[in-house]
């Protein structure tokens, strides 16, 4: 539906006047089709433009966002309070940056629901049929694929000025905590997301029904976090009191945790944890894999969108 | 990994070797391998370890000293502790010939064999040890023995002549008792000062000093290379040879103390609080680096630093500012941790009095009970009155309002469900218009 509103807004929104001559491709147009914009490369950055601006609109007009913004904001009081608290029992704490701990979990709630709205965007679209007559026009599958991630991306963006918005003025870490420095590290730590609303876009891509897709995306998350919650109980514990299948286990998980380190959804938002629980910085080269992860398997979506089809 | 490596092997061995008879299970069944004994300056000070035939790194830090040695001796695997063991005791055949050093596949250096000691100047508990090779090492390893001798001489003369002294004691006592006479008797010499520097028993290593970076090592005997010698040399920099580190030790709970080893820690106190700060000079290491350095079959987190306390910082006095004022001086201080009287638990930390044995020699540090108070820096000025790169920046942290915390958090479900309600308002009131005008 959203994307057939959209469709008709192209049309509408088509310049009155003829287009530049080098961004025509005469041959990729539709013939005699109902909608004339160009299926050249710089075309379709405009047709990107035109329906991720369209969807933003809406998303940003409902309520759903504003729904989670308070959220969001609600998790850092409620950690925050937690972390002011403590100074009922005890006098002084050293840390790094104790708005880490809820970035951490802002950044993973935000993460979650953004990658089940990918999950649901691509299927509800196939389930709806508007697919189709979207694609009848003159967007190209890489335009669709990424206009729907770079919606959720500008949704997250604006939804992490929001929550640095409320740390800064709602102060839930008390007075004096939190300063430029400590924001700075929310929008350093932002990109580990990314691949799990990439993961929520493959889901998408591939299934034809919403209920399928976001079933499919939780069961994905649950088998990952599992492996990851293993992997790190059974690092936990002692060799010595470890029964020798939970060490043969360990090490197996281990060797596979050295793929799935660099190529799981999961372990760049565990990351977010781990960093936060050792008061540690994440490194850039972390945020770089995790953006590198993420417009993988946004190609990997275009891919898996263009073979399954419209229906 | 090369660790998980030789766990795996370890207990694959166990399984498939099976519990085949109950002695077999009780002895760990020993094979004949060759390890290498080593031993490796780790910043501070020279620790022994061996690395297990089938580990395949060798970690030592770039630029210093090293003795490393390859033995043949038996290899056994621990089932308790999960780790490789040689029994030096039972067959110890050090392999003699030259070790040869390549990166790259070009040879960087072969070495011979060298006797080698390590001195300890200030004793071995002192810390500080340095390592010697050759003629050095031998008359270090002489001059040791000679000034323990002297010393034992020494000392069993003093204790001949105390025995003198006790005994001619008696006597003029017994003389004075006997016929009033009065003796005099020489005081007996006094015990000589101990000898506080050590040495250790020369041996023979290759003396191994590279810069850092990966080489490939092996044994060569006869001009052939010795099987199951060929190791990866991973030499690495000393990340920083002296960071100044803290301790904050909280006022209500004095033995349980917080680490802050990195600049960026920052101490966030509750205000009208007082907190103890102690100084240490240490070592910073990957954390898996200095385990493999130390242990090589240590296990680590991976990607985390870890410093290594050395010594006590010498400062005697740190200064602190706060809200960007003027740096004013805070002097350590010595304390003392007193228990409160009666049957409830507690304890004040109050100045020690002269004399008195301190608990905690540390800067204090105090929050003003003053709302304008919010941060402070405190630095550590080096000794000729320079700034030193070291500081830490308190925060004093108040609750805010609830008001504000839950109030602002809730403003955009307010503003959402606000523009929800206006929206169906309007498509009512479009709806009831257009029906009216169908109507008229």
Redesign the interface.
């Known amino acids: 539906m959203v994307l057939a509103e959209t469709t008709v807004a192209l049309r509408v929104a088509r310049p009155p006047a003829p287009e530049p001559a080098p961004e025509r491709d005469a041959e990729a147009e539709v013939p005699g089709g109902v909608d004339r914009l160009p299926r050249n490369r710089f075309g379709q950055a405009r047709i990107l433009r035109v329906l991720v601006a369209r969807e933003l609109r809406r998303k940003l007009s409902s309520v759903w966002f504003y729904l989670v913004a308070s959220g969001a904001c609600l998790i850092a009081a409620m950690v925050g309070s937690g972390f002011v608290r403590g100074f009922a029992t005890e006098s002084v704490l050293v840390s790094r940056n104790p708005l880490a701990v809820v970035d951490a979990f802002v950044l993973a709630f935000l993460g979650a629901v953004l990658g089940l709205r990918l999950a649901a965007a691509m299927s509800w679209e196939r389930e709806h049929g508007t697919l189709e007559v979207l694609l009848s026009g003159p967007v190209r599958w890489t335009t669709l694929v990424l206009s729907k991630f770079a919606v959720e991306l500008v949704v997250l963006a604006v939804l992490l000025l929001l929550y640095s918005a409320y740390v800064a003025i709602g102060r839930p870490l008390g007075t004096a905590v939190v300063d430029a420095g400590g924001l700075a590290g929310l929008w350093l730590t932002a990109p580990l997301v990314l691949p799990l609303m990439g993961l929520g876009l493959l889901v998408s891509a591939g299934l034809g029904g919403v209920r399928l897709a976001v079933t499919a995306y939780i069961l994905a998350l649950g088998f990952l976090g599992a492996i990851e919650a293993a992997t790190a109980w059974l690092n936990l514990q002692s060799p010595e009191t470890m029964a020798l299948s939970a060490l043969y286990i360990r090490s197996a998980l281990n060797a596979a945790g050295e793929w799935l380190f660099w190529l799981s959804p999961l372990a760049y938002l565990g990351d977010l944890f781990r960093v936060a629980a050792a008061d540690m910085a994440v490194g850039p080269e972390r945020s770089l894999a995790a953006a590198g992860l993420a417009s993988g398997l946004i190609a990997l979506s275009v891919l898996v969108a263009a073979r399954r089809g419209v229906s | 990994m090369r660790g998980?490596a030789l766990?795996?092997v370890g207990?694959g061995a166990?399984?498939f070797a099976g519990a085949s008879d109950a002695a077999s299970a009780l002895e760990p069944e020993t094979r004949e391998a060759i390890v290498l004994h080593d031993r490796v300056w780790e910043g501070f000070s020279y620790v022994e370890n061996f690395v297990p035939s089938e580990t395949e790194d060798v970690l030592l830090l770039a630029d210093a000293d090293n003795a490393l040695r390859y033995v043949k001796t038996l290899e056994y695997f621990w089932p308790?502790?999960?780790e490789v063991y040689v029994a030096f005791d039972t067959l110890r055949e050090e392999l003699p010939g030259e070790l040869v050093i390549s990166q790259n596949g070009v040879a960087v250096a072969e070495i011979g064999l060298d006797d080698y000691t390590i001195v300890y100047p200030e004793g071995m508990l002192g810390g500080h040890s340095r390592m010697v090779w050759g003629e050095e090492a031998r008359k270090a390893f002489r001059d040791f023995k000679r000034a323990m001798a002297d010393y034992n001489r020494a000392f069993a003369e003093a204790q001949r002549d105390r025995s003198r002294y006790l005994r001619e004691l008696r006597e003029a006592a017994e003389a004075r008792v006997k016929n009033g006479e009065t003796r005099t008797v020489v005081p007996p010499i006094p015990e000589p000062d101990p000898v506080l520097g050590s040495a250790t028993e020369p041996r023979s290593a290759f003396r191994v000093s590279l810069p850092a970076g990966v080489y490939e090592i092996v044994l060569r005997s006869d001009g052939q290379a010795v099987p199951e010698t060929r190791k990866t040399l991973r030499v690495i920099p000393v990340s920083s040879t002296s960071e100044v580190t803290a301790d904050?030790i909280?006022?209500?709970?004095w033995t349980r103390v917080?680490?802050?080893n990195?600049p960026?820690?920052?101490?966030?106190?509750?205000e009208g609080?007082?907190?103890y700060l102690t100084l240490t000079r240490s070592n910073r290491f990957d954390e898996v680096a200095y385990a493999r350095l130390t242990r090589p079959q240590a296990?680590a987190t991976s990607?985390?630093e870890t410093w290594i306390r050395r010594e006590p910082h010498d400062a005697d006095t740190i200064e602190i500012s706060w809200d960007g004022g003027d740096f004013v001086p805070v002097a350590r201080s010595d304390f003392k941790a007193e228990q409160t009287q009666g049957r409830n638990l507690g304890y004040v930390i109050r100045p020690a009095a002269e004399g008195e044995r301190p608990d905690l020699s540390a800067f204090p540090v105090a929050v003003p009970l003053d709302r304008a108070a919010?941060?402070a820096v405190l630095r550590l000025p080096a000794a000729d009155g320079a700034d030193t790169d070291w500081t830490r920046e308190i925060?004093?942290?108040?609750?805010?309002p609830p008001i504000?915390?839950?109030?602002?958090?809730?403003?955009?479900?307010?503003?959402?469900?606000g523009?929800?309600a206006l929206?169906r308002v309007r498509r009512h009131a479009g709806r009831t218009t257009k029906r009216s005008q169908a109507r008229s």
């Open positions: 998980s766990l795996m207990l166990l399984f308790l502790s999960r904050v909280p006022e209500e709970r917080l680490s802050s990195q960026s820690d920052r101490v966030f106190v509750g609080k007082t907190f296990l990607g985390r919010s941060r925060i004093v942290v108040r609750e805010s504000l915390v839950w109030g602002t958090a809730l403003v955009p479900a307010a503003f959402g469900v523009l929800a929206r």
